[in-house]
């Protein structure tokens, strides 16, 4: 899709109020032109009366004239008033929309498409670029509505007065719009770069925040602050030329219609001197026409320097907009599939999968299993076996390069991936809090509003304790780094799995860094919980592994042994050694 | 009042701040200077037919022009350095004092906070450097100088247009500081979204599984309806500028010709002069309506250094002592007084007089549940945190005595979280050490039992690492992490809970490759876990409830003394 079609599309639901406020413009834009007009006509009658014997007469006028302009003023308050705050809702809808279309995108897109993106960099999109187009777009908007409408007016009224000094305004006009284009284009290029310094300056701040205590502990500080040091000072190199370069637009054209007035000066000044050379060309000129020009020829430039004042800000829009289209243009996370299920996960087949993240080293290499409903498997082996991949082949996160997944003996593709997903709870090795109340963060993902239900869950993850603790109880405001352990992170992560109550539960490392006393009954809770449900579990733990259906070992990516226990046992293999290692 | 630490770096810029709006303010004198000229070509050029004067004066105008844009360019060229400087400086500033202040005021402001004020306010301050430098001394210059003429002219109607100047500043000083209060609400609802987008991004994963993608952007929709709400709400004021000082002036405009028709006799002007004098008019209202776009931009820089300097004021409330020597002969790496410890001073206490000693060359284990206190007990001995009372002795000599970058240099630390930066398995290895070889890193490596995947890659320590290390499993993270702190030299090693994602056989390998280590370097160690496995073999074991020691032993002396431990053991070592 075009860019222009693009902005179109999100111009569109718009159209009403754009028109509007064109309405209003030309009105508004129209009556503050006329008023000098007026006001110029009052004093020709002002002059007038000096001479004249009826004076009552002029003086009626005049008042009828005064009036006409406070009118006017009243009526232009009004409607630039509306103009402006209508102009601001515009942009801050538009706004809003791309800001909201992000967001959307940002949950729409395949995960390997976010995987390799660094967040600090589609964070400063969703904050700042956003906001660097409202700002732009603020100044610019207005100015060129506003601009153009009296670029035209004013165009029509000099050429009333006089075409050929018109004519001489107009044709200095695309000179200076070329070079302000050529310098903007030229500096196109800092912006670009500035863009992308700063992208890269914040997520290496964003990584360091993250880091602290990594820099603290090993006097890694000076390292972290004179590489900041470094980004910074090319984002200072890029953004001090782009900044330069790019505020010559409104000096260029200001001394551009400079020089035009001055001609326009210069050419009047010969009209009115050698008036009859130019009687033939049917034009004649006065002093007050000449005066009354040159105040228009002012007007007619001050739109082109207003809107070249904001050139700065509009290429940062359009840079920062730049950005926003690109992700925007991704492709959402590709769901064809549009069978349901329409029952529980019965059967979960794994037939001869290959995976491999960057087409060259097999991750999973021809892995199949079986999982029936009701059943466990557990998944052990060493780190970067691919076990944890397995899970996000099983959710579609990554699809396979080879092989068969099948649901219900449907393959997994063929699904609806979103509808697919509701069936199973899942807790990560990385345990996710957002922002928000320890009540908020269990109830994610359930619609449960029920307070009772809320403690019940966190009661059965062994979490209603410490969090009865807490400043504000179920209401304390938890975040990622607010101050809970790890432990107690993931116990509210668990507490959020059992509230949802699904059929299908995927564990990664879910007890890791809880301690023994809790992890014996977030274990028996889990007991209680995956009975008659369907589990994958990756876990170190013995006592989640032993009581699995099926025990797979994984070692890159391949199955080296599989069976249950005793089986394993017997096998006097990888496992049996892993088994005799946790007590000797 | 204190001194604002985030203007104070201007002073680097003094001669850019001063030349700047000098060689703007040549500009605006030519600008003033022109209409004169133009009127002299009018009434003396055209009146008396006279081409030469109109032909050289209209030279004139065009070389002041030149002038002008010459000097304007000049400003801008001082503006950019300047702006950008001061910028560039701020959020140098910025990112070293996030690296100065104790953990806990890094949470107490939030890395969210810190992050927009290096992305966003540095830039609202160097905006408004830039503009004040580039515009905000044109604006009073044309009104003053548009004011003098008018003076010139008829000093009547100069107080009038000094009165109609005053009228509109009064109500754009309430707008603008009507509008700055609403703007730091704006930008809290923004760092709000900020954070919400941020949750968002990270648990991209967790969301889908719930399939509630749906749901958090109708959440985040409300949001920003609510930002865009609030930003409204001021322009609903802003609004106002506009058009109000376009009345006024006017206003003024009409008064003139009112008067001058109706009491002739009153100013006296005649045609021209009132030609001029609308003119002039006309300049201030465009100087004020610059002044009133500008102020966007200034209140926004208000609203930032305001919070700038709410984070540059903070003091360091970790303070670094001199000693830059341990004593060689005390027996104990670690003593332990009475000490406590609780995040907001005298509420809870997360640590309850504790009590312990760490014998050099030795080995302690420290176990409990979660939130029992263990990791704070590591905070306080790496200062990441301040004792609330009693005293920590490190190889003989009070901890907050030892100069704090000498400390951390003998001390190595493992964290629960690993934690990786950009770069390559070497660069995050020498963070550890910053001369260390390739056989240094790679005996590292193996020790943490990271080397077997390592070398499987065909760039070896030089492999890639994404920010975070995302392109690493739990697993990979936590032996690299482990890795780094065991190839630093130092004479105590803290492991904190990094055997947890670990399998058991390579937490065994591991745990005999650090025995080892601390035995051949007399290096002191402190292991935190959950596992009764990991900490058996250890010289003590100190066990830890609800911020108090509740036992300290060997293992065998815990089975028997602490009915916690016993328990602890029993349920890890059931069904065997």
């Known amino acids: 899709m075009s860019k222009f079609r693009f902005i179109l599309k999100y111009i569109k639901p718009l159209i009403f109020l754009l028109v509007a406020i064109l309405f209003l413009a030309i009105v508004f834009v129209v009556a503050q032109l006329v008023i000098p007009i007026i006001s110029g006509n009052i004093i020709d009658y002002i002059e007038e009366m000096a001479t004249s014997d009826s004076i009552d007469t002029i003086l009626t006028t005049i008042s009828q004239n005064i009036l006409f302009i406070v009118l006017l003023i009243v009526f232009s308050i009004i409607l630039q008033y509306l103009f402006e705050f209508l102009s601001s809702y515009f942009v801050q809808s538009l706004v809003k929309k791309f800001r909201d279309d992000l967001y959307t995108k940002y949950n729409k897109l395949a995960i390997k498409d976010l995987d390799s993106r660094n967040k600090g960099d589609l964070l400063l999109r969703e904050i700042n670029d956003i906001e660097n187009i409202s700002n732009g777009l603020i100044g610019g908007f207005k100015q060129f509505y506003q601009g153009i409408i009296s670029i035209i007016v004013i165009f029509v009224i000099m050429f009333y007065l006089n075409w050929l000094l018109a004519m001489v ?411 005799n290692s946790q007590y000797e | 009042m204190k001194k604002s630490k985030s203007l104070s770096l201007l002073k680097y810029f003094k001669k850019h701040l001063i030349a700047g709006p000098i060689f703007k303010s040549f500009e605006v004198i030519f600008e003033l200077i022109i209409p004169f000229i133009v009127s002299d070509v009018i009434n003396i050029g055209i009146v008396n037919n006279d081409v030469f004067f109109i032909v050289t004066r209209c030279i004139l105008i065009i070389s002041l022009g030149i002038l002008g844009l010459t000097s304007t360019l000049v400003c801008q060229y001082f503006a950019s350095i300047a702006s950008q400087g001061y910028g560039t400086l701020l959020r140098d500033k910025i990112f070293e004092h996030s690296n100065n202040l104790s953990l806990r005021q890094i949470n107490s402001f939030s890395k969210g906070y810190i992050q927009t004020l290096i992305t966003n306010d540095s830039i609202y301050m160097q905006n408004a450097v830039a503009v004040g430098i580039r515009l905000l001394i044109r604006a009073p210059f044309l009104v003053l100088g548009a004011m003098i003429c008018s003076f010139i002219i008829n000093y009547i109607v100069g107080f009038i247009f000094l009165g109609l100047t005053i009228i509109i500043s009064i109500i754009l000083y309430f707008i603008i500081s009507y509008a700055s209060k609403r703007y730091l609400i704006i930008q809290k609802q923004l760092d709000h979204l900020s954070n919400n987008v941020s949750d968002n991004l990270k648990g991209s994963r967790v969301i889908r599984a719930f399939n509630y993608q749906d749901e958090e952007v109708v959440r985040f929709k409300k949001e920003s309806n609510d930002y865009k709400k609030k930003v409204l709400s001021v322009e609903k004021f802003n609004s106002f500028i506009n058009p109000l000082t376009f009345g006024i002036i006017n206003v003024g405009i009409v008064l003139i010709l009112y008067f001058t028709s109706f009491y002739p006799g009153f100013f006296n002007l005649n045609g021209g002069e009132i030609v001029a004098l609308i003119n002039y008019l006309n300049q201030i209202l465009v100087a004020l309506l610059v002044v009133s776009n500008l102020v966007v931009i200034f209140n926004k820089a208000f609203a930032s250094k305001k919070r700038l300097d709410d984070f540059l004021n903070e003091q360091n409330e970790i303070k670094s002592g001199n000693l830059n020597k341990i004593n060689e002969d005390s027996l104990n790496c670690l003593e332990f007084n009475n000490v406590c410890f609780s ?165 065994k390998t591991i745990r005999k490759n650090i025995e080892e280590l601390q035995r051949n370097c007399n290096l002191s160690t402190i292991i935190i876990s959950q596992r009764i496995s990991s900490l058996k073999d250890l010289d003590a074991i100190m066990v830890i409830d609800d911020g108090e020691i509740q036992a300290i032993g060997n293992n065998d002396e815990l089975l028997k003394i602490s009915p916690l431990y016993k328990q602890i053991y029993d349920i890890q070592t059931k069904d065997m």
């Open chain 1, 169 to 579: 305004i107009v044709l200095i006009t695309p000179l200076s719009i070329y070079i302000s284009y050529f310098i903007a284009k030229k500096c196109n290029k800092y912006f670009k770069l500035q863009a992308s310094s700063s992208g890269k300056l914040s997520s290496f701040s964003l990584e360091s925040l993250n880091n602290l205590i990594i820099n603290k502990t090993y006097n890694f500080e000076d390292n972290r602050n004179f590489n900041f040091q470094k980004l910074d000072k090319e984002l200072y190199k890029c953004g001090q030329k782009a900044q330069f370069y790019s505020t010559w637009i409104n000096p260029t054209t200001r001394f551009l219609n400079n020089i035009t007035y001055c001609f326009v000066l210069l050419l009047g000044a010969f009209m009115i001197v050698y008036s009859d050379a130019f009687i033939g060309l049917g034009l004649t000129l006065s002093v007050g026409g000449l005066q009354a020009l040159l105040v228009y020829a002012n007007s007619y430039a001050k739109p082109f320097n207003d809107i070249s004042a904001t050139v700065t800000e509009l290429q940062n829009a359009f840079a920062s907009f730049n950005r926003v289209y690109e992700i925007l243009t991704l492709d959402d996370e590709v769901n064809n599939g549009k069978e349901l299920l329409n029952d529980d996960i019965n059967e979960l087949v794994l037939k001869n999968v290959d995976f491999s993240y960057d087409q060259n080293k097999k991750i999973i290499d021809s892995l199949s299993f079986n999982l029936n409903k009701g059943q466990r498997i557990s998944i052990v082996g060493k780190t970067g076996c691919g076990k944890t991949t397995i899970i996000n082949l099983i959710m579609g996160f990554y699809k396979i390069q080879n092989g068969e997944i099948l649901i219900n003996n449907k393959n997994l593709y063929s699904l609806n991936i979103d509808k697919f997903r509701e069936n199973i709870a899942m807790v990560l090795q990385d345990t996710w809090i957002f922002n928000g109340t320890v009540k908020e963060n269990i109830a994610f993902g359930s619609d449960i509003i029920d307070e009772n239900l809320i403690i019940e869950a966190a009661k059965k993850a062994q979490a209603d304790n410490f969090i009865r603790n807490l400043k504000n109880g179920y209401d304390t405001l938890i975040s990622d780094n607010s101050g809970l352990s790890i432990g107690e992170m993931q116990l509210i992560c668990i507490a959020r799995a059992i509230l949802k109550n699904p059929n299908f539960v995927i564990l990664d490392e879910a007890t890791s860094n809880i301690d023994a006393l809790t992890e014996d009954k977030v274990t028996k809770a889990f007991d209680k919980l995956l009975k008659h449900k369907t589990s994958i579990v990756i876990a170190h733990r013995l006592p989640t592994i032993k009581n699995s259906d099926l025990i797979i070992v994984l070692d890159s990516g391949k199955i080296i042994e599989s069976g249950n226990h005793e089986q394993l046992i017997k096998n006097k293999g990888y496992y049996y050694q892993l088994y």
């Open chain 2, 343 to 507: 995040f907001n001073d005298g509420k809870k206490n997360v640590l309850n007089n504790l009590n312990f000693k760490l014998e050099k060359g030795k080995s302690l284990g420290i176990i409990g549940t979660t939130g029992s206190g263990k990791t704070s007990i590591v905070n306080l001995i790496l200062r990441l945190y301040n004792t609330s009372n009693g005293k920590i002795n490190f190889f003989g000599n009070n901890l907050n005595d030892y100069n704090i970058d000498y400390l951390k240099n003998l001390i190595s630390y493992s964290p629960q979280k690993s934690l990786l930066y950009k770069g390559t398995i070497k660069s995050n290895m020498l963070i550890a050490k910053k001369d260390a070889s390739d056989e240094e890193i790679i005996n590292a490596l193996k020790l943490a039992n990271a080397y077997e995947f390592v070398m499987k890659y065909d760039d070896g320590i030089n492999h890639q690492v994404e920010e975070n290390g995302t392109n690493f499993s739990g697993g990979q993270k936590q032996r690299l992490s482990l890795a780094r702190s065991l190839l630093k030299d130092s004479k105590l090693l803290i492991i904190d809970d990094s055997f947890s994602v670990l399998d058991y056989l390579s937490e």
